[in-house]
């Protein structure tokens, strides 16, 4: 082609732009060589601005396809012309979309002309093309360039488009691929010209595999080519139901992969052939290689280690084969996460196994995460370090392993050892600190980083002032208090070289639990004042109680017995207490209680003790001289003081005082406070507002006390007590159908004592159970013996203590009752038992009746009895307090009165007993009365068993003579 001609008779005068670049032979880029004055026009550049350089500084995008391509490869015949649009650049930087309609040409070899070929372009500038077609164009031509195979096909696998790469990979015609073919057409282009050898000779069995839903659904298949050629089909669906294919070639990865797999391979074999332990995880802690070494050191059977297996697994596989010597009875810590991934961080790792063997872990991450750990035997190198190694490294090991601060400077006080702890403490950063540093610098250093509260805000001034100290550098010990509440205690030490030795221990932990200890303390000590103030102290008063009592009383006989002096006592009672609380309330109560303990503490010196031991009883201890009155000088103020009225919410609170005064020495020492009781009560005899004082008199009376006490308790011991026994007459028979035994006390120096010389002392001690106890067990066994062959033995009834009753030995109770042929009863008293019985009594006389013992109120009327707890107690019997059995005599008022009583015993279905029967009178009225058995003098005193065996016989004797009838007639007045 003659360029030359050809810009004199046609380029230079058209007035479309044109373009023409030249490829020449062996070049691969096509280069501008001409531009025409329109194009210059048109884009505002000339041919000297372009000339040589490529198509790309005009084009504004990636689809111009034809401005680079391998030499020798002319485009096919449908390429050489063709119409489309892209986007120029002009001159100014703007850029404009353009039409342009291009065709090639092989050049001319002749004359100047090299050959090569021509690329000739008209360019259009246009203003109408939409950004769709634009956007479509670009599309396409950047389609066009890629240079794998890309189609689409739409849901009926007809194509809608396919680039170059897809029609020349498809057929030798690559024109013969139009939109609208179906993948079966294409497919048979495709076998036909040699594209697919497997299907020759069965193409219509290979077309339909390849139309399948499996086949076309499939995401991406493999497919190997004559020639070691690898393609990769990758597919997909639009929103559309387009079918989407892109034929990656894959020639070059897939032999990529037989190398790798080959060098993996050989790896392998090598790394097996490698007598050390060598493993391969991902970054995810799975195993990906391993040799034989590493799975024999992991298990016995190699075949427990498979690839993709966690880290952790493979760990407790190796556990599982006893081949982890540190493991061995602690499994599960060591396996626990914090353990293990303690373990990964460690990049270097020695291990002891069984034997003195010794391996080192050497742990890695690769870039791309994996981890890679490889085992080698140390064991020789161990021994030999162990063996050979100065002392000096393994002083230095030990310092860079100690993780408390340590350091060493040479005698000039430059740093020469210590440790990361050391630097840390120091500086509070790696790196801060170098061999040479003075020991003033560091100290400066340590100021600076804020280390050092006390240095805050004078760093200069403290390390200045710290390092001039003498105590700095010599031996010695010293606590210091960092930022952060830590301590430390640093240990100062000179070797004999003159080297400055600096030992910090972390304290912080000692000092903490120190400091914790202490507050602790404190409040432990707080506590225990206050539970020690409570439980000597009166809540609502704040004097001491009994507890207090007794210590300030030990205290003041121990300070009596070793300085002298007396003790004397005051026992102080409230009069009317009770009145003002059951009349104006417990709060009246209470603020009496208060103004009672204020006044007295108004009168007592700082050394008396006074503490408040009941209700409304108090008690003042004071230590005074043999011959002072003090002691009844107080208590004389005590009785003017306290009855002076109240004034409690507008009303007047009228109360007083009693007081019992002993001292000693008159009173024993361990006798005071009982013996002030004794003043107390000898005081209330002669009335309230009285001064009782312990005298010599009052002495004796303690003294009998005493010595009846102890009397009684030897009686019991000696089983000197004994039953007597009273009938109990049937008021219509005259015959004996009760009896009721009684207790007696056969003493060996004053002869039988009633219960009226010992009950009382029997009940301070708390013995009266035991002597009930004594008279049941007696009485049961002499009245089985006489009469439990008679066909209806007597009825044996016991006056019972509440003691034995709240006593919790029924079993024996219950046994001694089923040795009696006959009825057992208990007779209880009316002022103890009917008087507020609470829910466990009520409990327990339920349990008496279920050993079959029948219960008898004794002593009825003498109380307060309601008919209500009656009813609760539910007695067998009544028995009437001799006192109303007297009444008889005295008049209809009398009379009345008992019948009344005994019509509450016959309206409850209760049997009534009249005790205390004089005369033969009494008996006819009461039996008239309504009651149906009679006991008193009138019938028989209480007697011994044997006098009660011979009173028996004759009163049957005497009644077989004749019959009892008693009168029933009733005086007038009745």
């Known amino acids: 082609m003659q360029i030359e001609a050809l810009k004199s008779s046609f380029l230079d005068l058209t007035n479309d732009p044109v373009a023409i670049a030249r490829l020449a032979p062996g070049e691969t880029t096509a280069r501008l060589i001409y531009v025409n004055a329109a194009f210059t026009d048109a884009f505002g550049y000339a041919l000297e601005d372009v000339s040589g350089d490529t198509l790309n500084r005009l084009h504004a995008g990636d689809d111009w396809f034809w401005h680079s391509f391998e030499d020798g490869v002319p485009p096919s015949g449908r390429d050489r012309r063709q119409d489309g649009t892209c986007r120029l650049v002009r001159a100014d930087g703007t850029s404009v979309d353009t039409g342009f309609s291009y065709f090639l040409v092989d050049a001319d070899k002749d004359e100047n002309e090299q050959g090569g070929r021509y690329f000739c372009a008209t360019y259009r500038p246009r203003s109408g093309v939409t950004d769709a077609e634009r956007a479509y164009a670009r599309l396409v031509a950047a389609l066009n360039a890629y240079p794998d195979p890309i189609v689409v096909y739409d849901r009926d696998l007809k194509m809608i488009f396919c680039n170059d790469g897809y029609a020349a990979s498809m057929s030798d015609k690559p024109e013969e691929l139009v939109a609208g073919m179906h993948l079966e057409e294409v497919l048979r282009l495709a076998v036909r010209d040699g594209?697919?050898?497997?299907?020759?000779?069965?193409?219509?069995?290979?077309?339909?595999?390849?139309?399948?839903?499996?086949?076309?659904?499939?995401?991406?298949?493999?497919?190997?080519?004559?020639?070691?050629?690898?393609?990769?089909?990758?597919?997909?669906?639009?929103?559309?139901?387009?079918?989407?294919?892109?034929?990656?070639?894959?020639?070059?990865?897939?032999?990529?992969?037989?190398?790798?797999?080959?060098?993996?391979?050989?790896?392998?074999?090598?790394?097996?052939?490698?007598?050390?332990?060598?493993?391969?995880?991902?970054?995810?802690?799975?195993?990906?290689?391993?040799?034989d070494a590493y799975r024999a050191s992991m298990s016995e059977n190699p075949e427990d280690l498979k690839v993709g297996m966690h880290r952790t697994d493979v760990a407790r596989v190796a556990i599982r084969a006893g081949k982890i010597a540190n493991a061995v009875g602690r499994e599960e810590e060591w396996m626990s996460d914090q353990h293990q991934d303690a373990e990964m961080e460690k990049p270097v790792q020695d291990l002891e196994l069984p034997g003195d063997v010794h391996h080192r872990l050497l742990r890695s991450r690769v870039e791309n995460g994996d981890l890679v750990i490889l085992r080698i035997d140390t064991t020789e190198l161990v021994r030999q370090r162990r063996a050979f190694e100065s002392a000096q490294d393994r002083l230095i090991s030990a310092i860079h392993a100690y993780p408390d601060p340590f350091a060493i400077y040479d005698a000039d006080l430059k740093l020469v050892v210590w440790n990361p702890a050391y630097e840390e403490a120091m500086s509070g950063e790696s790196g801060k600190l170098t061999a040479g540093t003075s020991l003033k610098d560091v100290l400066y250093t340590a100021a600076l980083s804020g280390r050092i509260p006390a240095a805050v805000g004078c760093e200069e001034e403290w390390a200045e002032r710290y390092y001039s100290s003498p105590h700095l550098t010599a031996p010695g010990v010293e606590d210091l208090e960092l930022a952060d509440d830590q301590y430390h205690r640093v240990v100062r030490s000179r070797t004999e070289a003159g080297e400055f030795v600096i030992l910090r221990l972390n304290i912080t932990e000692v000092v903490r639990q120190r400091r914790a200890l202490e507050?602790?303390?404190?409040?432990?000590?707080?506590?225990?004042?206050?539970?020690?103030?409570?439980?000597?102290?009166?809540?609502?008063?704040?004097?001491?109680?009994?507890?207090?009592?007794?210590?300030?009383?030990?205290?003041?006989?121990?300070?009596?017995?070793?300085?002298?002096?007396?003790?004397?006592?005051?026992?102080?009672?409230?009069?009317?207490?009770?009145?003002?609380?059951?009349?104006?309330?417990?709060?009246?109560?209470?603020?009496?209680?208060?103004?009672?303990?204020?006044r007295i503490r108004t009168h007592v010196d700082p050394g008396d003790v006074v503490a408040r031991i009941g209700g409304d009883e108090f008690v003042v201890l004071l230590s005074v001289t043999g011959n002072s009155d003090r002691p009844e000088t107080l208590a004389r103020d005590l009785l003017s003081d306290l009855s002076r009225p109240l004034f409690f919410e507008g009303k007047e609170c009228r109360f007083g005082a009693t007081v019992g005064l002993a001292r000693t020495p008159l009173a024993e020492v361990e006798q005071l406070?009982?013996?002030?009781?004794?003043?107390?009560?000898?005081?209330?005899?002669?009335?309230?507002?009285?001064?009782?004082?312990?005298?010599?008199?009052?002495?004796?009376?303690?003294?009998?006390?005493?010595?009846?006490?102890?009397?009684?308790?030897?009686?019991?011991?000696?089983?000197?007590?004994?039953?007597?026994?009273?009938?109990?007459?049937?008021?219509?028979?005259?015959?004996?159908?009760?009896?009721?035994?009684?207790?007696?006390w056969r003493h060996p120096e004053y002869g039988i004592l009633a219960p009226g010389a010992f009950?009382?002392?029997?009940?301070?001690?708390?013995?009266?159970?035991?002597?009930?106890?004594?008279?049941?067990?007696?009485?049961?066994?002499?009245?089985?013996?006489?009469?439990?062959?008679?066909?209806?033995?007597?009825?044996?009834?016991?006056?019972?203590?509440?003691?034995?009753?709240?006593?919790?030995?029924?079993?024996?109770?219950?046994?001694?009752?089923?040795?009696?042929?006959?009825?057992?009863?208990?007779?209880?008293?009316?002022?103890?038992?009917?008087?507020?019985?609470?829910?466990?009594?009520?409990?327990?006389?339920?349990?008496?009746?279920?050993?079959?013992?029948?219960?008898?109120?004794?002593?009825?009327?003498?109380?307060?009895?309601?008919?209500?707890?009656?009813?609760?107690?539910?007695p067998d019997r009544l028995k009437?307090?001799?006192?109303?059995?007297?009444?008889?005599?005295?008049?209809?008022?009398?009379?009345?009165?008992?019948?009344?009583?005994?019509?509450?015993?016959?309206?409850?279905?209760?049997?009534?007993?009249?005790?205390?029967?004089?005369?033969?009178?009494?008996?006819?009225?009461?039996?008239?009365?309504?009651?149906?058995?009679?006991?008193?003098?009138?019938?028989?005193?209480?007697m011994a068993f044997a006098d009660l065996v011979a009173f028996l016989r004759k009163s049957e004797d005497a009644r077989s003579e004749q019959v009892f009838q008693p009168d029933r007639r009733l005086p007038p007045m009745f």
């Open 519 to 598: 507050e602790k303390s404190v409040q432990l000590e707080k506590a225990n004042r206050d539970i020690t103030y409570m439980a000597l102290h009166d809540d609502l008063t704040g004097l001491g109680n009994r507890r207090y009592l007794a210590q300030k009383f030990d205290l003041l006989v121990q300070k009596r017995r070793e300085n002298g002096g007396e003790i004397a006592a005051l026992h102080i009672d409230l009069d009317r207490f009770k009145n003002i609380n059951d009349t104006m309330g417990h709060a009246a109560g209470d603020e009496v209680l208060l103004e009672i303990s204020r």
């Open 195 to 291: 594209r697919y050898p497997d299907a020759i000779g069965r193409e219509d069995a290979w077309i339909q595999s390849i139309l399948s839903p499996e086949f076309l659904e499939s995401a991406f298949e493999d497919v190997e080519l004559d020639g070691d050629v690898h393609h990769r089909l990758l597919r997909s669906r639009s929103t559309f139901g387009d079918y989407v294919i892109v034929r990656l070639n894959s020639t070059e990865l897939v032999r990529q992969k037989r190398q790798a797999e080959a060098a993996q391979a050989r790896l392998i074999a090598a790394l097996n052939a490698y007598p050390a332990p060598f493993v391969i995880y991902d970054s995810d802690d799975c195993l990906v290689v391993c040799n």
């Open 673 to 744: 406070l009982t013996t002030s009781d004794l003043a107390l009560y000898k005081a209330k005899r002669r009335g309230r507002g009285q001064l009782g004082i312990f005298d010599r008199a009052d002495l004796e009376d303690a003294q009998r006390t005493k010595a009846l006490a102890d009397d009684v308790l030897r009686g019991i011991e000696a089983v000197e007590f004994e039953p007597y026994f009273q009938p109990q007459m049937d008021a219509a028979t005259g015959e004996v159908v009760a009896l009721e035994a009684l207790a007696r």
């Open 759 to 874: 009950l009382s002392i029997a009940t301070d001690l708390n013995v009266a159970g035991d002597i009930d106890r004594l008279i049941f067990e007696q009485a049961i066994a002499a009245c089985q013996s006489a009469f439990g062959s008679d066909a209806r033995p007597p009825s044996l009834s016991f006056n019972v203590s509440e003691g034995r009753i709240n006593h919790h030995d029924f079993d024996a109770i219950q046994r001694q009752v089923q040795a009696y042929a006959g009825q057992v009863s208990f007779e209880l008293l009316e002022t103890i038992f009917l008087e507020e019985q609470d829910d466990a009594s009520l409990c327990r006389l339920d349990r008496l009746r279920e050993l079959g013992i029948a219960i008898e109120v004794d002593d009825f009327g003498s109380g307060r009895a309601s008919v209500v707890a009656l009813q609760r107690i539910n």
């Open 880 to 942: 009437i307090d001799r006192r109303l059995v007297a009444l008889v005599d005295k008049g209809s008022g009398g009379l009345r009165l008992l019948r009344s009583l005994i019509e509450i015993g016959h309206a409850l279905e209760i049997g009534v007993t009249a005790e205390g029967v004089e005369t033969r009178d009494q008996a006819d009225i009461l039996a008239g009365l309504g009651c149906d058995r009679l006991q008193g003098y009138h019938f028989a005193r209480p």
